[in-house]
């Protein structure tokens, strides 16, 4: 019953996620254009592209960042910067961090992405599709666990 309680109650981790989804990020510097962001976005099927200059993480831009401060501000994305639109500040995780730290901090700071940050290095984006997925495969787990103690 001990093992069975150890294995319900391990607290997974950023690192889980990371080791499930590889942390492989699609970058652009920031005078990349937003139109060729958002192409590249497009042809991935992916919701933001990383911003970094030199391995340095500047920040992220999203389809919100794109429609909040490119459409709805009238500008063009032909030859408006990545740079100037990209949000900046982001809690930074580490792999060590719960997901429920991450869920946590998307919920309370509205946002979906969160760079995962080791020694001073981008290691990776957890975004809340990330969280909600490896939130659902441990309740389906704990239920796998339940039933087989239950059957036993």
Not at 19 to 32: D, E, M, W
Not at 106 to 115: A, D, F, G, N
Request: hydrophobic share 35%; net charge neutral; proline share 3%.
């Amino acid at each position: 019953m001990f093992n069975l309680w150890i294995k319900l109650r391990r607290m997974r981790k950023v690192s889980d996620i990371l080791k499930r989804k590889g942390n492989q990020v699609t970058s652009v510097n920031p005078g990349t254009t937003v139109i060729e962001a958002l192409r590249i976005m497009s042809e991935q099927n992916i919701g933001s592209v990383v911003v970094m200059e030199n391995d340095s993480f500047l920040g992220i831009m999203t389809e919100r960042d794109y429609s909040r401060k490119v459409i709805l501000m009238n500008r063009h994305s032909s030859d408006t910067p990545v740079g100037e639109i990209m949000t900046k500040e982001f809690p930074s995780i580490k792999q060590s961090d719960t997901v429920e730290t991450c869920m946590q901090l998307l919920s309370e700071k509205h946002i979906r992405y969160l760079p995962v940050i080791e020694n001073g290095k981008l290691a990776g984006i957890i975004s809340i599709n990330d969280v909600v997925t490896e939130t659902i495969s441990n309740q389906q787990e704990t239920i796998s666990h339940l039933q087989t103690y239950i059957q036993s």
